[in-house]
C-alpha cells in the first residue's frame, strides 16, 4: 500500500506572509472649469433659455416710460405683481411728473401702500416727477448719466427703462438674477455693479436685455431661491447647481410657478402672447 507523503508542517509561532496590497488611489478631483468652457456653457444657457421662454418681457404693466419708471421705483422689496395691482389707481390720479411733482404727499403715500415702504417711495417719487418736470421738460431721459440723477433712480432702474422703453442694451441685476448667475457660477460678485459688468463681458451687448429677462423668467418659475424644481428644469443638464432642489420630475412639477404651474401671472395686461393667465386686480382673489 503506497502511502503519500505528508505535507511539511508549518512553522509554528510566524504568521504566513501575505501580499502587500496597494493602496485605492484617491478618486481624481475634476478639473476646474476654464474661463473659455463658462463662456461657452453660459452661452448655451441663454440658447435654451430663448427656447423656453420665447414670450419673456418686462413683468411691470406701463404704457409710457415715466409709467415704467414710476413702477421699478415701486418694484423694490415687493412683487410685480403688488406693483401691478397698484399703479392703475396712481397713474388714473397722476398720469403724468407734473401731476405727481404737484401730489400732496400724504395723498400718494395712501395710494402706493400696498407696496411696502411707502412713505420713502413717496419721497422719491416726487423727487423723481418734480426733477423731470424742472430739468427734463416733464420726460423720461434716454441716458443712463441723466436716469441716475433722478431720487430713487439706481443702474438697476435705469437699465429697465432704457432696455425696454429706448432699445438700449443694459443687464438688470435684481435679486433673481444675481442669485442665479452666482448659481450657474457666472459670477462670484456680489456687488450689483460688478455682477452687471462680468456678465456684460460674456454676451453680445444685443443680448444683455433679453438675456435679464430670461434669467428673472426662470428664477421665479422654476430656479427658485430655497427650493428649485431641478427635476423640472431644461438646463438641468448645464447647472452645476443640480441637486440642490427637488430631483423627482413629479414632485418638481408640482414646485412650478406662474404659466409653468397653470397659474395666473404677474401682469394684470399682459403681452398677446404672453401663454399664462393675466393677474387679478387688487382685492380679487386669485384663481
Known amino acids: 500500500m503506497k502511502v503519500s507523503p505528508k505535507a511539511p508542517p508549518r512553522p509554528q509561532g510566524k504568521a504566513s506572509a501575505k501580499k502587500p496590497v496597494a493602496p485605492k488611489k484617491p478618486p481624481k478631483a475634476p478639473r476646474p472649469e476654464s474661463h473659455l468652457a463658462m463662456v461657452r456653457r453660459a452661452r448655451r444657457i441663454n440658447r435654451e433659455l430663448a427656447e423656453v421662454y420665447p414670450y419673456a ?27 401691478n395691482q397698484t399703479t392703475p389707481a396712481l397713474f388714473a390720479a397722476y398720469p403724468t411728473p407734473e401731476d405727481m411733482a404737484a401730489a400732496a404727499p400724504e395723498d400718494l403715500e395712501e395710494l402706493i401702500r400696498p407696496t411696502g415702504f411707502f412713505r420713502a417711495k413717496s419721497r422719491s417719487l416726487l423727487g423723481l416727477s418734480q426733477a423731470l418736470r424742472d430739468n427734463f421738460g416733464g ?26 422703453v429706448f432699445g438700449v442694451p443694459g443687464i438688470t441685476v435684481d435679486t433673481h438674477f444675481g442669485r442665479l448667475v452666482r448659481r450657474w457660477k457666472w459670477t462670484e460678485q456680489e ?7 462680468e456678465i456684460c463681458a460674456i454676451f453680445p451687448k444685443s443680448e444683455w436685455t433679453m438675456l435679464s429677462h430670461r434669467v428673472v423668467f426662470h428664477g421665479r418659475r422654476i430656479c427658485h431661491s430655497r427650493k428649485p424644481a431641478c427635476g423640472a428644469c431644461p438646463i438641468a443638464p448645464l447647472c452645476p447647481a443640480y441637486g440642490e432642489g427637488e430631483t423627482d420630475p413629479e414632485k418638481a412639477k408640482k414646485l412650478l410657478k406662474y404659466e409653468k404651474g ?21 382685492g380679487v382673489a386669485t384663481p
Do not use: C, M, W
Not at 149 to 159: D, E, F, I, S
Not at 191 to 196: H, Y
Not at 270 to 281: E, F, S
Open 191 to 197: 456687488d450689483p455693479e460688478k455682477v452687471e459688468a
Open 57 to 83: 418681457h418686462p413683468e411691470l404693466d406701463f404704457r409710457s416710460p415715466f409709467e415704467l419708471l414710476v413702477a421699478t421705483v415701486l418694484s423694490a422689496q415687493t412683487t410685480d405683481l403688488r406693483v
Open 262 to 282: 397653470g397659474q395666473p401671472g404677474q401682469r394684470l395686461s399682459p403681452p398677446p402672447d404672453y401663454p399664462g393667465l393675466p393677474a387679478p386686480p387688487l
Open 139 to 164: 420726460e423720461v431721459p434716454s441716458r443712463i448719466e441723466d436716469l441716475v440723477t433722478l431720487p430713487g433712480v439706481g443702474r438697476k432702474t435705469a437699465n429697465v427703462v432704457l432696455g425696454n
